[in-house]
C-alpha cells in the first residue's frame, strides 16, 4: 500500500465522479468560533468522546486550544503546547525524539539508542486526526500549521482509543475544506535567540471550492528555521588510568598507564575540526492538502495527504565538563563526531461520513510512513568498562593480541540508527442520533504497525582485517586486526552483508503487531439531567521480532576477514499475543445548567513487546557461577485502573469558568526498562514487566472574564506518584544455589557482590512525576484609534522537581554502582541509564500588538527571563548531559487573511 498511489487514485476518483455529486462536506467537528467579545464565543466544540461536545459537557479532565489560541501563544510544536497543560510532562533529547507523559504514569524515559527495537510502546496516544502518531520513545513531532484545535484527554481512554491510550491522549484536528467561501492567510515571523542564531518561520494556507457546495481543496504549507544556541567547544581527550575499563591495559606493572609510543597519534585527540558556535539549528519543512467531496445529500468523503520534513544537527544537551573534565560555561558541549537527525513522515488518510436512517456512520482509514536516520557521538564510550576493549590490544586484553604490550587506537566513537515504520489503520464506526434517551456508538479497529530498525554503534577503532584475505593469510602475517562484523545470515535482514569497518555492535531487526478491536459505548439517561455511560473495548494483538543482534565481542573475531557472530531472533520465534476487555462506567448529573459533576471508573493498557532475543545473565556467587536469571525474550502488557470525579462549572453568567478533578489510579506490572552492568546484569538493556505505581492527584482550571476585552485563565495540578511494592528478580535457571529465590548476590569482577533491589524502594517518587505544575495566562484586547484593534498578553508556567528514572537506577550524582570519580571531584557515569533530579524551574511569555483590517502584527517572547532549566538529565553517552529549555527567543510575527 503506497500513500502517493492512494492519494493519486482517490483525485482521479474524484474528478470522474464529480459532476454528479451535489452540497456541503460534514465536517468532523463544527469549525470553533474564535474567542470574541461576547462570553459564549470561546466555547469550544471538542469529538473526545466520538461526538461532537462542549469542552464543558465532556465528564472527563481535558483541555483543548483552538486555532486562535495556538496562535495567539505562538505554538508551533509539542514541547510549545505542553507549556500550558498541566498535569503533562515531555521527556526529550531534541525535536522529534521525545515520549509525552500523563498523570506522573511513567516508567523512566532513555530514548535515542535500541528504542526503535526494544523500546516499550507508549502510554500516551497521539493522533493526527484519526491517524495514530505514536512511536517508542519517540513520538512524530507534527508541526501546527492549519489546526483547528488539540485535544489534551486525561486518564485511560482505551474504550475509544484503544491500547495506546492508556494514561491519555493527545489530538492534533485538521482545519477541513470549506465549501461555499474562498479562504487564505499568510504568516511569516522573523526573529533571534538569546546568545544564539537567528529564526525565521512562514506558512500559507488556502481553502479553494471547486464547485460551490459540492467539491472544496484546502492546502498548508510552512517552513520553520530554529537557529542553534549551543556552542560545540574545543576538547582533548586523553586516556586515564582512572578510567573504568583502564585494566585490560595493565601490563608489566604499568599501573594500566600508556606511554604515548603506545598510542595512535602519540595520544593527542582532540575535536578541533567540529569547533563551532550555535551548531543545533532544527528546521521543519511540510505541507498537507485535503479535498472534500460531497458524494450525496448526507454522504461526503474526505482525502488528505500531509507531508513532514525535520532536521536536526548537533545536540540540545549541555555539558558542564569537556571529554577530558575541564570546566565548561555556557550552552556548550564538545562532540567529537558529527551528530544528526532526520526525520520525515507522510501520511494519507481517507475519512467517509454518511447517514443510514437515522444512523451516523463514519469510516477512516489511514497510511502512515515515517523515515528516521539518525547519529550519535559515543566517544566517551571509551572510559566505560567496556570501551577501551574494542580499542586497545595487548594488555589485559583476553582476546586481541594477547600478551604482548598494550597499545590503543582512536577514541572517536559514534553510532547510527536507519529506521523505516509504516503505520496501518481502519476503524469502522456507527452512532444512535445525538438527541435519544438512549445513546450508543459502536465500532471496529483494525491496524498494523510495523518498525524496521538498523543500528550500528561504531566504537571499534582496532584496525579491520582485509576481507580480500584469508583468515591464514592474516594469521600467517601477524596482522593487529578484527574482522567485520555481520548479522546471521540467515535471519530477515533489512540490510545483509558484513558491516563497517568501526561496527563493533549492531542490531538489524523488525518488530511490530496487528491489532483487531471492537467497541461498544451507550449513554442512558435516567433523568433528564442525570446519565449513565457504559463502555467495553475487545482487543487482539498479535506481536512478533525477527532480525539479528551482532557484535565482535567474541575471540573468533580476531585475525578473520568477516566475523558472523549475529543471532538469529526469527530461529527464537518471537511471537506473542493478547486479548482481553477494557471497560468504562460514568455517571454524570447535571444539578442546574452549566454545572455538571461526574464520576468515572475506567481502565488502560498499552501492549508488550520484545527484547533483543532471550539472554542470561547475574553469575551465581557459588562456583561454576552459572547465570542466575534467564531473561525471557518477551515481556506483557501492563493495565491501569482509573477512579476519578470532577466539576465542571460556569459561573457569573458565564464571566468564570471552574473545573475541578481528583483521581486515584492503580498502574500493575508496569514494563520498565533495565541495564545495570556494574550489579552483573550484562552490558545490554532489557526490558520486564516491575513494581506497581500507586497515582493520586487533583486538577483546577479556572478561566475568568472579569471586563470587556480581558481574560485570565490558569490551572495547576498535584500529583502525588509512588512504587507500592519491590518485586525481585527470581533466580530461575535450576541448578543454580538461589533457584527459586531472590537474587541478592552476583560474582562479578572475581569477588561476590551484593545486589542491590533491582526495582528500587516502595516509597520512591516515579520518574517524570513533579508533584506541583501551575500555569496562568492573561490577555487583554481593547478598540484603538484608526481602527487598530491592540491586544496584550502574557503567561508563566511553574513545574517543581522530579526525577527522569526510576529509583531502579542508581544515582548519578555519586560514585559507586559503577561509576568513576577523577582527581577534581567530577563523577564519571558507568552506564548510559542513571537517576538524576532536575530542578523545579518557571517559564514566562509575552505578547503585544494589534489587528487592522486583515493583519495582525505580534511581538512575541517566548522564556523572556532566559531560563536554562534542565528538563532531562542524563548518561547516555557515558557524559552527564542536560537537555535544557529553549533559551529566550524573541521576534515580530505577521499574518494576514486573504
Given at each position: 500500500m503506497k500513500s502517493s498511489l492512494k492519494l493519486s487514485c482517490a483525485v482521479v476518483v474524484m474528478a470522474a465522479l464529480g459532476a454528479g455529486a451535489t452540497p456541503v462536506l460534514a465536517q468532523a467537528a463544527p469549525q470553533p468560533a474564535d474567542a470574541a467579545a461576547s462570553p459564549q464565543s470561546d466555547v469550544i466544540i471538542v469529538t473526545a468522546q466520538r461526538r461532537d461536545q462542549s469542552i464543558q459537557d465532556v465528564p472527563l479532565t481535558l483541555q483543548a486550544f483552538s486555532t486562535d489560541t495556538l496562535s495567539k501563544l505562538n505554538v508551533t510544536s509539542i514541547d510549545g503546547l505542553l507549556k500550558y497543560t498541566p498535569n503533562v510532562t515531555f521527556s526529550n533529547n531534541g525535536?522529534?525524539?521525545?515520549?509525552?507523559?500523563?498523570?506522573?504514569?511513567?516508567?523512566?524515559?532513555?530514548?535515542?539508542?535500541?528504542?526503535?527495537?526494544?523500546?516499550?510502546?507508549?502510554?500516551?496516544?497521539?493522533?493526527?486526526?484519526?491517524?495514530?502518531?505514536?512511536?517508542?520513545?519517540?513520538?512524530?513531532?507534527?508541526?501546527?500549521?492549519?489546526?483547528?484545535?488539540?485535544?489534551?484527554?486525561?486518564?485511560?481512554?482505551?474504550?475509544?482509543?484503544?491500547?495506546?491510550?492508556?494514561?491519555?491522549?493527545?489530538?492534533?484536528?485538521?482545519?477541513?475544506?470549506?465549501?461555499?467561501?474562498?479562504?487564505g492567510r499568510l504568516e511569516g515571523s522573523f526573529g533571534g535567540t538569546a546568545g544564539g542564531a537567528a529564526n525565521g518561520a512562514f506558512n500559507a494556507t488556502v481553502n479553494v471550492p471547486i464547485i460551490e457546495d459540492k467539491l472544496a481543496i484546502r492546502a498548508v504549507l510552512y517552513t520553520d528555521h530554529h537557529g542553534g544556541y549551543i556552542d560545540n567547544k574545543y576538547s582533548t581527550f586523553t586516556r586515564q588510568p582512572s578510567d573504568l575499563g583502564s585494566y585490560y591495559l595493565a601490563y608489566q606493572g604499568n599501573g594500566n598507564k600508556l606511554t604515548p609510543d603506545q598510542q595512535s597519534r602519540q595520544g593527542k585527540y582532540d575535536n578541533n575540526s567540529l569547533v563551532e558556535d550555535n551548531f543545533n539549528p532544527v528546521?521543519?519543512?511540510?505541507?498537507?492538502?485535503?479535498?472534500?467531496?460531497?458524494?450525496?445529500?448526507?454522504?461526503?468523503?474526505?482525502?488528505?495527504?500531509?507531508?513532514?520534513?525535520?532536521?536536526?544537527?548537533?545536540?540540545?544537551?549541555?555539558?558542564?565538563?569537556?571529554?577530558?573534565?575541564?570546566?565548561?560555561?555556557?550552552?556548550?558541549?564538545?562532540?567529537?563526531?558529527?551528530?544528526?537527525?532526520?526525520?520525515?513522515?507522510?501520511?494519507?488518510?481517507?475519512?467517509?461520513?454518511?447517514?443510514?436512517?437515522?444512523?451516523?456512520?463514519?469510516?477512516?482509514?489511514?497510511?502512515?510512513?515515517?523515515?528516521?536516520?539518525?547519529?550519535?557521538?559515543?566517544?566517551?564510550?571509551?572510559?566505560?568498562?567496556?570501551?577501551?576493549?574494542y580499542q586497545c590490544t595487548g594488555g589485559a586484553?583476553?582476546?586481541?593480541?594477547?600478551?604482548?604490550?598494550?597499545?590503543?587506537?582512536?577514541?572517536?566513537?559514534?553510532?547510527?540508527?536507519?529506521?523505516?515504520?509504516?503505520?496501518?489503520?481502519?476503524?469502522?464506526?456507527?452512532?444512535?442520533?445525538?438527541?435519544?434517551?438512549?445513546?450508543?456508538?459502536?465500532?471496529?479497529?483494525?491496524?498494523?504497525?510495523?518498525?524496521?530498525?538498523?543500528?550500528?554503534?561504531?566504537?571499534?577503532?582496532?584496525?579491520?582485517?582485509?576481507?580480500?584475505?584469508?583468515a591464514t593469510q592474516i594469521k600467517t602475517a601477524g596482522t593487529v586486526c578484527l574482522g567485520l562484523v555481520a548479522p546471521n545470515p540467515a535471519a530477515t535482514l533489512n540490510v545483509a552483508g558484513p558491516r563497517g569497518p568501526g561496527v563493533a555492535f549492531g542490531e538489524d531487526t523488525q518488530r511490530g503487531f496487528k491489532q483487531y478491536a471492537q467497541f461498544l459505548s451507550v449513554d442512558f439517561d435516567i433523568l433528564p439531567n442525570l446519565t449513565i455511560t457504559g463502555g467495553t473495548r475487545h482487543y487482539?494483538?498479535?506481536?512478533?521480532?525477527?532480525?539479528?543482534?551482532?557484535?565482535?565481542?567474541?575471540?573468533?573475531?580476531?585475525?578473520?576477514?568477516?566475523?558472523?557472530?549475529?543471532?538469529?531472533?526469527?530461529?527464537?520465534?518471537?511471537?506473542?499475543?493478547?486479548?482481553?476487555?477494557?471497560?468504562?462506567?460514568?455517571?454524570?448529573?447535571?444539578?442546574?445548567?452549566?454545572?455538571?459533576?461526574?464520576?468515572?471508573?475506567?481502565?488502560?493498557?498499552?501492549?508488550?513487546?520484545?527484547?533483543?532475543?532471550?539472554?542470561?545473565?547475574?553469575?551465581?556467587?557459588?562456583?561454576?557461577?552459572?547465570?542466575?536469571?534467564?531473561?525471557?525474550?518477551?515481556?506483557?502488557?501492563d493495565n491501569l485502573t482509573n477512579w476519578e470525579a470532577g466539576l465542571k462549572t460556569d459561573l457569573l453568567d458565564h464571566k468564570v469558568t471552574f473545573n475541578l478533578s481528583a483521581y486515584y489510579m492503580n498502574w500493575e506490572n508496569i514494563q520498565i526498562g533495565f541495564f545495570n552492568p556494574a550489579a552483573g546484569f550484562g552490558n545490554t538493556a532489557f526490558a520486564v514487566n516491575g513494581p506497581t505505581y500507586h497515582i493520586k492527584g487533583a486538577e483546577v482550571q479556572i478561566v475568568a472574564r472579569p471586563t470587556s476585552g480581558l481574560t485570565v485563565q490558569g490551572s495547576a495540578t498535584y500529583n502525588d506518584s509512588k512504587q507500592a511494592n519491590s518485586p525481585c528478580f527470581i533466580a530461575n535457571n535450576p541448578g543454580v544455589s538461589s533457584f527459586g529465590k531472590c537474587i541478592t548476590q552476583v560474582f562479578s569482577g572475581g569477588a561476590v557482590k551484593d545486589v542491590q533491589s533491582p526495582f528500587g524502594n516502595p516509597g520512591t517518587t516515579t520518574p517524570f512525576s513533579p508533584h506541583f505544575q501551575g500555569n496562568i495566562r492573561a490577555r487583554y484586547e481593547w478598540a484603538g484609534k484608526g481602527g487598530m484593534d491592540w491586544f496584550v498578553g502574557a503567561g508563566v508556567n511553574y513545574t517543581s522537581s522530579y526525577y527522569n528514572q526510576p529509583s531502579t537506577y542508581p544515582s548519578g550524582d555519586v560514585p559507586g554502582n559503577g561509576n568513576g570519580v577523577t582527581s577534581n571531584g567530577i563523577i564519571v557515569p558507568g552506564t548510559t541509564v542513571l537517576r538524576y533530579k532536575m530542578k523545579g524551574y518557571a517559564l514566562a511569555d509575552a505578547q503585544i500588538g494589534f489587528t487592522r483590517d486583515n493583519w495582525t502584527v505580534t511581538l512575541f517572547g517566548d522564556n523572556i527571563f532566559n531560563s536554562h532549566a534542565a528538563t532531562f538529565t542524563n548518561s547516555s553517552q557515558f557524559i552527564k548531559t542536560s537537555t535544557i529549555v529553549r533559551p529566550l527567543t524573541y521576534g515580530i510575527k505577521v499574518a494576514t487573511k486573504l
Amino acid at each position: 500500500m503506497k500513500s502517493s498511489l492512494k492519494l493519486s487514485c482517490a483525485v482521479v476518483v474524484m474528478a470522474a465522479l464529480g459532476a454528479g455529486a451535489t452540497p456541503v462536506l460534514a465536517q468532523a467537528a463544527p469549525q470553533p468560533a474564535d474567542a470574541a467579545a461576547s462570553p459564549q464565543s470561546d466555547v469550544i466544540i471538542v469529538t473526545a468522546q466520538r461526538r461532537d461536545q462542549s469542552i464543558q459537557d465532556v465528564p472527563l479532565t481535558l483541555q483543548a486550544f483552538s486555532t486562535d489560541t495556538l496562535s495567539k501563544l505562538n505554538v508551533t510544536s509539542i514541547d510549545g503546547l505542553l507549556k500550558y497543560t498541566p498535569n503533562v510532562t515531555f521527556s526529550n533529547n531534541g525535536p522529534g525524539q521525545g515520549a509525552i507523559f500523563l498523570r506522573g504514569l511513567s516508567a523512566g524515559f532513555a530514548g535515542q539508542q535500541s528504542s526503535a527495537t526494544i523500546g516499550g510502546f507508549p502510554n500516551v496516544a497521539l493522533y493526527l486526526d484519526d491517524q495514530s502518531m505514536q512511536f517508542p520513545a519517540r513520538n512524530v513531532d507534527i508541526y501546527v500549521a492549519d489546526i483547528e484545535r488539540v485535544e489534551v484527554l486525561e486518564g485511560p481512554q482505551g474504550t475509544l482509543f484503544g491500547g495506546g491510550a492508556q494514561a491519555g491522549v493527545v489530538r492534533y484536528i485538521t482545519n477541513k475544506p470549506k465549501f461555499d467561501k474562498f479562504e487564505g492567510r499568510l504568516e511569516g515571523s522573523f526573529g533571534g535567540t538569546a546568545g544564539g542564531a537567528a529564526n525565521g518561520a512562514f506558512n500559507a494556507t488556502v481553502n479553494v471550492p471547486i464547485i460551490e457546495d459540492k467539491l472544496a481543496i484546502r492546502a498548508v504549507l510552512y517552513t520553520d528555521h530554529h537557529g542553534g544556541y549551543i556552542d560545540n567547544k574545543y576538547s582533548t581527550f586523553t586516556r586515564q588510568p582512572s578510567d573504568l575499563g583502564s585494566y585490560y591495559l595493565a601490563y608489566q606493572g604499568n599501573g594500566n598507564k600508556l606511554t604515548p609510543d603506545q598510542q595512535s597519534r602519540q595520544g593527542k585527540y582532540d575535536n578541533n575540526s567540529l569547533v563551532e558556535d550555535n551548531f543545533n539549528p532544527v528546521d521543519y519543512t511540510g505541507g498537507r492538502v485535503s479535498i472534500g467531496w460531497k458524494i450525496a445529500p448526507d454522504w461526503d468523503l474526505l482525502v488528505s495527504e500531509a507531508y513532514q520534513k525535520l532536521e536536526s544537527k548537533g545536540t540540545f544537551a549541555t555539558q558542564t565538563y569537556t571529554y577530558d573534565y575541564a570546566p565548561l560555561t555556557g550552552l556548550s558541549s564538545t562532540l567529537f563526531s558529527p551528530q544528526y537527525n532526520k526525520d520525515d513522515y507522510s501520511n494519507t488518510a481517507l475519512t467517509l461520513n454518511g447517514k443510514i436512517g437515522d444512523f451516523k456512520v463514519i469510516y477512516t482509514g489511514a497510511y502512515l510512513t515515517r523515515h528516521i536516520s539518525q547519529q550519535g557521538d559515543y566517544t566517551n564510550y571509551a572510559r566505560s568498562t567496556y570501551g577501551i576493549f574494542y580499542q586497545c590490544t595487548g594488555g589485559a586484553n583476553y582476546y586481541w593480541n594477547v600478551g604482548k604490550a598494550p597499545y590503543c587506537y582512536e577514541p572517536n566513537s559514534y553510532w547510527t540508527d536507519k529506521v523505516r515504520s509504516t503505520h496501518e489503520s481502519h476503524e469502522f464506526r456507527i452512532s444512535t442520533p445525538d438527541t435519544g434517551r438512549i445513546r450508543a456508538i459502536a465500532g471496529a479497529y483494525y491496524e498494523s504497525f510495523k518498525i524496521q530498525d538498523n543500528q550500528d554503534w561504531d566504537y571499534k577503532t582496532i584496525p579491520s582485517c582485509d576481507p580480500s584475505l584469508t583468515a591464514t593469510q592474516i594469521k600467517t602475517a601477524g596482522t593487529v586486526c578484527l574482522g567485520l562484523v555481520a548479522p546471521n545470515p540467515a535471519a530477515t535482514l533489512n540490510v545483509a552483508g558484513p558491516r563497517g569497518p568501526g561496527v563493533a555492535f549492531g542490531e538489524d531487526t523488525q518488530r511490530g503487531f496487528k491489532q483487531y478491536a471492537q467497541f461498544l459505548s451507550v449513554d442512558f439517561d435516567i433523568l433528564p439531567n442525570l446519565t449513565i455511560t457504559g463502555g467495553t473495548r475487545h482487543y487482539y494483538y498479535k506481536e512478533y521480532e525477527t532480525g539479528s543482534v551482532y557484535s565482535s565481542f567474541n575471540g573468533s573475531c580476531y585475525q578473520v576477514p568477516v566475523c558472523a557472530t549475529g543471532s538469529n531472533l526469527d530461529a527464537q520465534n518471537l511471537k506473542s499475543s493478547y486479548n482481553g476487555f477494557k471497560s468504562k462506567a460514568t455517571i454524570t448529573w447535571k444539578p442546574q445548567p452549566g454545572t455538571m459533576l461526574y464520576a468515572t471508573w475506567s481502565q488502560g493498557f498499552r501492549p508488550g513487546a520484545f527484547n533483543r532475543g532471550s539472554s542470561a545473565r547475574v553469575k551465581d556467587p557459588i562456583a561454576p557461577h552459572a547465570p542466575q536469571l534467564l531473561v525471557p525474550a518477551a515481556y506483557a502488557p501492563d493495565n491501569l485502573t482509573n477512579w476519578e470525579a470532577g466539576l465542571k462549572t460556569d459561573l457569573l453568567d458565564h464571566k468564570v469558568t471552574f473545573n475541578l478533578s481528583a483521581y486515584y489510579m492503580n498502574w500493575e506490572n508496569i514494563q520498565i526498562g533495565f541495564f545495570n552492568p556494574a550489579a552483573g546484569f550484562g552490558n545490554t538493556a532489557f526490558a520486564v514487566n516491575g513494581p506497581t505505581y500507586h497515582i493520586k492527584g487533583a486538577e483546577v482550571q479556572i478561566v475568568a472574564r472579569p471586563t470587556s476585552g480581558l481574560t485570565v485563565q490558569g490551572s495547576a495540578t498535584y500529583n502525588d506518584s509512588k512504587q507500592a511494592n519491590s518485586p525481585c528478580f527470581i533466580a530461575n535457571n535450576p541448578g543454580v544455589s538461589s533457584f527459586g529465590k531472590c537474587i541478592t548476590q552476583v560474582f562479578s569482577g572475581g569477588a561476590v557482590k551484593d545486589v542491590q533491589s533491582p526495582f528500587g524502594n516502595p516509597g520512591t517518587t516515579t520518574p517524570f512525576s513533579p508533584h506541583f505544575q501551575g500555569n496562568i495566562r492573561a490577555r487583554y484586547e481593547w478598540a484603538g484609534k484608526g481602527g487598530m484593534d491592540w491586544f496584550v498578553g502574557a503567561g508563566v508556567n511553574y513545574t517543581s522537581s522530579y526525577y527522569n528514572q526510576p529509583s531502579t537506577y542508581p544515582s548519578g550524582d555519586v560514585p559507586g554502582n559503577g561509576n568513576g570519580v577523577t582527581s577534581n571531584g567530577i563523577i564519571v557515569p558507568g552506564t548510559t541509564v542513571l537517576r538524576y533530579k532536575m530542578k523545579g524551574y518557571a517559564l514566562a511569555d509575552a505578547q503585544i500588538g494589534f489587528t487592522r483590517d486583515n493583519w495582525t502584527v505580534t511581538l512575541f517572547g517566548d522564556n523572556i527571563f532566559n531560563s536554562h532549566a534542565a528538563t532531562f538529565t542524563n548518561s547516555s553517552q557515558f557524559i552527564k548531559t542536560s537537555t535544557i529549555v529553549r533559551p529566550l527567543t524573541y521576534g515580530i510575527k505577521v499574518a494576514t487573511k486573504l
